[in-house]
């Protein structure tokens, strides 16, 4: 063991109270911390890489800022850090009183961890004020919103290289669960940095978790299968979909029609309330969460047993990124996805929604007076005319973005079609060496009944308890107001 290995396990110890880092932890704090190297993580769920920049900002010292793509992961992470006796740390976000706002800005030197969304980061003001306060870490958290968002949903995603600038290039931290090699060499284009991010790429393989894929035959079959699974799958568990409107149907369906405590967690939920269910989850006072997988959850709650996927993602990226949230304790879990051969069809169609037609576009440029735009095309139009790019140049980008989600839904079509192999498709998808063996198993399909005692699924007990929590006043101190 090194020197600086061993001082970096006394400041564990000493700090955390662990005599081991867990896989990846070490080398990536020794890249950045020894060498003074900037590092692109991309490490499994559950390996507690939030303790990498807490550690890290700790042994810097001075403020560290992260980028984080959720305000419900926002406050997890807050809490986390207060937790541990780190008290001066704050969130910047939206929903806080402009004073609140005005309040953290005026005062940063007081504050050691910033959590802040790329949007709330590039806001006019907000940056400005932050270079003017010495970052000495910059840590993009979820890096993989970088190429999965930023080109078509959050534009300020691919601003980050000059915030990077503004803060005169500190060190740079970015870490995620999953990268392919376009979306890590998508991440690296966004920074202009002294030589290449250090890459630290590990497996996206979890054995612990089930993989399984059921194909029915209509909508009504499914439905049937979802009820069933969920009253017999034992443990905390979250069932995703594409649709708002279906999640809330499903969440009520589920509540008349199970004994399970059920609520429906997406972007239309009042964030208070959001709030509550996320930490009413994180406490077994409920059982399920339905969310719609474009919103994600920001939770990270170790003991979740089962994801059911009533829809599919996108692609596999988003698909392990989702699964991931199973079995963070490294006890078994399962993974299902729900399938009928209408469904890539659905996933299309939510595909191209998402991304201005070529006629949008033109009215768009020609600034055709009283067009009705969809606010999210708007913004992402009004972005990329701010960079300098023509009809023609946008025209093109889109086409092309919309080329790369189609490959993608493909690759997630074929997952889900194949037969044989399930593990290794996803191996060899992310150019990882494929497994024999037992270890190349714990996967089923439809072909085979789903044996959840043979699983061995830990139970959880339910929080019986579930006390009267004034949710107002812990969220006002979550954020220090």
């Known amino acids: 063991m090194s020197e600086f290995n061993a001082q970096l396990h006394a400041y564990l110890k000493q700090h955390y109270h662990f005599d081991t880092f867990r896989p990846g932890q070490a080398e990536v704090l020794t890249a950045l911390l020894e060498r003074h190297e900037d590092v692109l993580a991309v490490l499994p769920t559950g390996t507690g890489k939030s303790l990498i920049y ?7 010292g001075g403020l560290t800022v992260i980028v984080s793509p959720l305000l419900s992961l926002m406050q997890d992470q807050v809490a986390r850090l207060n937790a541990h006796g780190i008290r001066r740390t704050v969130a910047l976000n939206s929903m806080q009183h402009p004073r609140t706002k005005f309040f953290i800005l005026q005062n940063l ?82 920074f202009t940095l002294p030589k290449p991010l250090t890459e630290f790429v590990y497996s996206v393989n979890r054995p612990n978790i089930h993989l399984r894929t059921e194909k029915v035959a209509n909508e009504q079959e499914k439905h049937a299968r979802l009820l069933e699974l969920v009253q017999s799958l034992p443990g905390p568990g979250i069932v995703y979909l594409s649709s708002k409107k279906q999640a809330n149907q499903i969440r009520i369906d589920l509540q008349q029609k199970t004994d399970r405590k059920v609520a429906t967690y997406h972007g239309d939920i009042e964030n ?67 399938y009928t051969e209408t469904d890539d069809y659905l996933v299309n169609n939510l595909l191209i929604s998402g991304i201005p037609e070529d006629v949008t576009i ?50 997630m079509v074929q997952y889900v079609e194949i037969a044989a192999d399930k593990r290794n498709y996803l191996l060899r998808v992310f150019g990882e060496t494929e497994l024999t063996g037992d270890a190349a198993g714990n996967w089923s399909t439809q072909a085979t009944p789903l044996d959840i005692e043979a699983l061995a699924l830990p139970t959880t007990v339910p929080n019986q308890t579930a006390a009267t929590i004034d949710w107002q006043t812990r969220l006002e101190k979550l954020f220090n107001q």
């Open 362 to 411: 033109k009215h768009f440029y020609r600034q055709t007076p009283h067009y009705a735009f969809d606010p999210q095309q708007l913004r992402l139009l009004q972005y990329y005319a701010s960079q300098g790019m023509d009809a023609q140049g946008v025209t093109q980008l889109f086409q092309r973005r919309l080329l790369v989600k189609r490959l993608a839904l493909q690759q």
């Open 54 to 60: 807490e550690l890290a900002g700790r042994y810097l």
């Open 109 to 190: 030197a007081k504050f050691d961890y910033l959590f802040i969304a790329p949007e709330t980061l590039m806001q006019p003001g907000v940056l400005e004020t932050l270079a003017q306060q010495p970052v000495n870490l910059l840590v993009i958290d979820e890096a993989h919103s970088i190429a999965q968002w930023g080109p078509d949903f959050r534009p300020n995603y691919l601003e980050l290289g000059r915030a990077y600038q503004a803060f005169k290039q500190p060190r740079l931290l970015l870490l995620t669960a999953t990268a392919g090699t376009k979306v890590r060499a998508d991440i690296q284009s966004q």
């Open 272 to 338: 208070e309330q959001r709030f509550a269910i996320q930490q009413q989850f994180m406490q077994n006072q409920l059982d399920v969460i339905v969310a719609t997988s474009a919103f994600g959850m920001g939770i990270d709650k170790a003991d979740v047993r089962w994801v059911i996927h009533y829809h599919m993602a996108s692609d596999l990226e988003g698909y392990l990124q989702e699964i991931g949230r199973a079995g963070r304790d490294q006890q078994p879990a399962v993974a299902i996805l729900l």
